[in-house]
């Protein structure tokens, strides 16, 4: 295994700066760091900041086009018009389907969804689902998280007299589709504050510019919804700042006490009953089983799984997420074993493009993941079936694959995505000329630098820290997430005590460390073969997370490390 190279955070400022600012407010130097990096500078920023106000909450009207959106909406409720709200398979477009088509009901409104079939129909609007959509008489049409890169198919949709009101959040291309509104932060001419918002943000966004059109209680609206919101933006990985950051805190407080029998029962099945709540249950418990809905499956099993008027039904649905949840895991470590092989085989290329026939599609995406991070490089999968493949890849840091795909854009049937992640369909005839044309882009833009691992680390913390009453305090910095992780903390000099592998196969390390005079517990979830050089009175340098463990009812400090090294 290649050895990490730990980056210190910090060292992007000044000392002087840090000792200034821990003087001012009173605060310990770990804690200024983690604030100063963060962009929080003032009281006003520290309060906003660790207070989670609604203040946060921008005016939904500030994004383009949201009046004309409103007003459209307003005349097809009145007219009696039907809308269709057309939304994606992943957890942010079932979420967003979801909250937006509730309130349009709430409101009066005369609402159906349409979520496409990820093998038939791919993302995104396509000409048959939109004269499907015509044929049943909708005469307005409102995509969430989907719809900025549609700009063929919002045309045909105008000869089939469907108006189009697109809400997205990803890239925008230089051309935006001529639909009668196009809402999303990410727009060249964008005014708004923040563009980090996922896709159901912007849809949270629209309902709340309706209800002020509605003269309703705008924050009774935002409580109401915003668990569902919550869940949405961690599973989408977008920024945990600004009003993301609001939004996902008080949306993670209701989910506690949530009154959506869907989310309990998906709660009761994954485990999380009577877990504490936070981000990381959100993203790696409840996220999984709401996107195995769309993966294995139809993702409006999820839909109708939040919109359950019974426990009896949601309970139903959520333990069949459940076992598609499971299927899915097995189903992603046979094609991992199957794309290493394949990997194994190429000659070192700068970016991976694997292709094979019998590829689940709905979890090609999280193994290109899994991939990206054993092999160090962008890896893109791709499963092809009647001369067509479709693609998912993942990226790693410093290379936009979004820019990278856009290269291919003329051999490519179809694209679209982030700069960490995105999906493509080619022809199986372009997939060579595809495989060279993106190394050959790669070469220009990849750096040796970025092929070496690291650790992103925020400072060195003092072992007088390492405290139950400083674990508690790094808790107020929650919900963590993207551009909010949790801190990392880098611990000199430690002496191994005792170590040992736990877990049915070893695979877990643990250990007892000391510095000075204190002593710590530590865990390495998956490190148990990797570490298992690291002998008893070895000096060792640890990279952590602090986590607070409790065992019949005593609580005590636990560190989660996430690299350790011979000291040097």
């Known amino acids: 295994m290649q050895e990490k190279i730990w980056k210190y955070r910090d060292k992007q400022l000044k000392r002087e700066e840090i000792s200034d600012f821990a003087k001012k407010f009173n605060l310990p130097y770990e804690l200024a760091v983690l604030l100063l990096l963060r962009g929080i500078k003032s009281d006003v920023q520290i309060s906003s900041y660790m207070s989670k106000n609604l203040d946060t909450i921008h005016n939904p009207f500030l994004l383009n086009d949201m009046d004309k959106a409103c007003e459209r909406i307003v005349r097809a409720i009145s007219e009696k018009e039907k809308i269709t709200v057309f939304g994606d398979y992943d957890v942010d477009g079932i979420t967003s389907t979801t909250v937006l088509t509730d309130f349009l009901s709430s409101i009066g409104a005369c609402v159906d969804y349409y979520i496409p079939d990820r093998f038939s129909e ?64 990410k727009r060249a001419d964008s005014n708004y504050p923040f563009s980090g918002l996922a896709g159901v943000g912007v849809a949270f ?67 999380c009953k009577d877990r504490e709540i936070t981000s990381s249950p959100v993203a790696f418990s409840l996220a999984p089983r709401i996107n195995a809905a769309g993966r294995m499956e139809k993702a409006s099993l999820a839909v109708e799984l939040f919109k359950a008027k019974s426990y009896a039904q949601a309970i139903t649905l959520a333990e069949h997420l459940d076992s598609l ?20 085989k190429c000659e070192n290329p700068l970016v991976y493009v694997l292709k094979a026939p019998d590829w689940h599609n709905g979890v090609i995406g999280i193994v290109a993941s899994k991939l990206c991070e054993k092999l160090l490089r962008p890896c893109i999968l791709l499963s092809e079936e009647n001369g067509k493949c479709k693609g998912s890849g993942r990226s790693i840091n410093g290379f936009n694959l979004f820019d990278a795909l856009s290269d291919s854009e003329d051999i490519l049937t179809a694209f679209g995505g982030h700069a960490q992640a995105a999906g493509m369909t080619v022809s199986e005839d372009n997939v060579l000329e595809f495989t060279n044309r993106i190394n050959q882009y790669a070469k220009k833009h990849i750096t040796d630098d970025m092929l070496i691992p690291k650790l992103s680390v925020d400072c060195i913390i003092s072992p007088s820290h390492i405290t139950l009453e400083w674990a508690k305090a790094l808790k107020k910095l929650e919900p963590f997430g993207e551009s909010n992780e949790t801190p990392v903390f880098a611990l000199l000099g430690a002496k191994i005590i005792s170590s040992g592998t736990m877990g049915s196969n070893g695979q877990h390390l643990f250990m007892k460390l000391q510095k000075e005079t204190f002593v710590f517990s530590a865990v390495g979830f998956g490190m148990g073969e990797s570490y298992s050089g690291l002998l008893q009175g070895d000096i060792a340098d640890i990279a952590f997370t602090m986590n607070i463990n409790t065992y019949n009812g005593t609580e005590s400090v636990q560190l989660f490390i996430k690299d350790i090294k011979k000291s040097r």
Do not use: W
């Open 325 to 344: 949840n499971r299927l899915r895991q097995e189903t992603e470590r046979n094609i991992f074993e199957d794309a290493l092989l394949l990997a194994s």
């Open 122 to 185: 791919g993302y995104g609007l396509n000409i048959l689902a939109l004269n499907k959509i015509a044929r049943a008489g909708t005469k307005l049409l409102i995509t969430v998280d989907c719809g900025i890169a549609s700009i063929g198919e919002i045309e045909f949709a105008k000869t089939q007299k469907l108006d189009v009101i697109v809400t997205d959040h990803h890239t925008c291309k230089d051309e935006l589709p001529k639909a009668l509104a196009v809402i999303n932060p």
């Open 205 to 271: 966004k629209l309902i709340l510019a309706l209800a002020k059109k509605y003269n309703l209680n705008t924050k009774d609206i935002f409580m109401k919804y915003a668990d569902l919101v919550s869940i949405g933006t961690v599973a989408d990985v977008v920024p945990l700042l600004d009003e993301n950051r609001t939004i996902v805190a008080r949306g993670i407080e209701i989910i506690k006490n949530t009154q959506n029998l869907g989310i309990r029962a998906l709660l009761e099945v994954s485990g």
